[in-house]
């Protein structure tokens, strides 16, 4: 029904700049929030940020004044625009969207396959 489809990983040297994408897909009446989870190997997944319509966008502490997260609600696509990387943030991220199916049903988590960050010291 919906698929969420993230591109934009890889490898960045620490201090590089990466931007990742998110483009939603398929049968949406419309979409509240849109977002970036991380996981990075044996931990598990955390929030990084997320924008809802109309309202403020949240940052993970670890990540704030380094990333920005841009909406295109037009296009349903989410971005995340990653400065300063560190090793540590490097993780599988994972594209997160709130979607409205219809008009008379709730909305539902969907989750893109991931993307890799990988932050060489």
């Known amino acids: 029904q919906v698929q969420l489809v993230e591109s934009g990983g890889g490898l960045v040297q620490a201090g590089g700049s990466l931007r990742l994408s998110c483009a939603a897909s398929?049968?949406?009446?419309?979409?509240?929030?849109m977002g970036w989870y991380r996981q990075a190997p044996w931990k598990q997944r955390d929030l990084v940020a997320h924008?809802?319509?109309?309202?403020?966008?949240n940052y993970a502490d670890s990540v704030k004044g380094r990333f920005t997260i841009t909406r295109d609600s037009g296009k349903n696509t989410v971005y995340l625009q990653m400065n300063s990387l560190k090793p540590e943030d490097t993780a599988v991220y994972y594209c997160?969207?709130?979607?409205?199916?219809?008009?008379?049903?709730?909305?539902?988590?969907?989750w893109g396959k991931g993307t890799l960050v990988t932050v060489s010291s």
């Open positions: 924008m809802p319509s109309g309202g403020r966008t």
């Open positions: 997160n969207a709130r979607v409205v199916l219809t008009s008379r049903t709730p909305p539902e988590d969907y």
């Open positions: 398929g049968s949406i009446f419309a979409i509240n929030t």
